[in-house]
């Protein structure tokens, strides 16, 4: 079945280090690809999405581009913040045989010291 | 966007007992999902609630141990039954966007369980 492999954390980094958050998945089709965020004490939120090869998705600084190719996802910044410290989720959903749901990668947990 | 109020936002349940959730959204929705995210790991689906039918099971859940209703197109309810300290995670109500945003899926802010 379809499924989501993230890097696993926790991701610790200085402030202004580059981030990379690596993602791989397995779908039939042709899945829409996402990041969630999760801030703690929060809930979940959408960061960016690509819904086709090639497609770059972007947000608060965060990239990630669909790479059908490599079956990639990865999570980029050029230049963290405190204020990124989250767990990031990357997900997929409209595969061949998904029906619309999401489904999640295991979560990493980004920690960003000052 | 969709906006969705989830309640209780955390309990503490003794072993046997139930606990049922609520999700309100502000708009109607075809369909609610409902997840759950145990320590440390990442979300799990456990079904898919539409309005007016029974909902759709993930394996490994079961109607008995998670009965869902939906009846109408703002609201659900999850019911976790005959708690066990297995049990003790967050459980999330989702909906899906409309129209552009019909691929994303919008979520409560969760309910914290523990399970003594």
């Known amino acids: 079945g379809d499924s989501v492999t993230q890097m696993e954390g926790p991701v610790t980094l200085s402030e202004e280090a580059f981030l990379t958050i690596n993602c791989t998945y397995t779908a039939t089709g042709y899945p829409s690809l996402f990041w969630y965020v999760q801030y703690p004490g929060e809930g979940l939120q959408l960061l960016l999405k690509a819904t086709k090869a090639d497609d770059k998705g972007s947000n608060k600084g965060f990239e990630a581009t669909y790479r059908k190719e490599t079956t990639s996802f990865h999570l980029e910044k050029g230049s963290v913040q405190v204020s990124d410290s989250a767990v990031y989720f990357c997900a997929l959903t409209g595969g061949s045989g998904n029906t619309g749901k999401l489904i999640f990668g295991q979560g990493t947990t980004l920690q960003v010291k000052p | 966007s969709a906006v969705i109020s989830q309640k209780p936002s955390r309990d503490i349940c003794q072993r046997g007992t139930s606990l049922t959730i609520q999700c309100q959204v502000d708009?109607?929705?075809?369909?609610m999902f409902w997840y759950r995210q145990q320590p440390g790991q990442s979300l799990t689906l456990i079904a898919t609630?539409?309005?007016?039918?029974?909902?759709?099971?993930e394996s490994g859940f079961v109607i008995d141990k998670f009965p869902i209703s939906r009846p109408n197109l703002t609201f659900s309810t999850l019911t976790v039954s005959n708690l066990s300290p297995e049990d003790s995670s967050i459980y999330l109500c989702?909906?899906?966007?409309?129209?552009?945003?019909?691929?994303?899926?919008?979520f409560g802010s969760g309910t914290q369980l523990s399970v003594l």
């Open positions: 989702s909906v899906r966007g409309t129209g552009a945003a019909n691929e994303k899926l919008f």
């Open positions: 609630a539409n309005q007016g039918s029974e909902a759709t099971y």
């Open positions: 708009s109607q929705v075809t369909m």
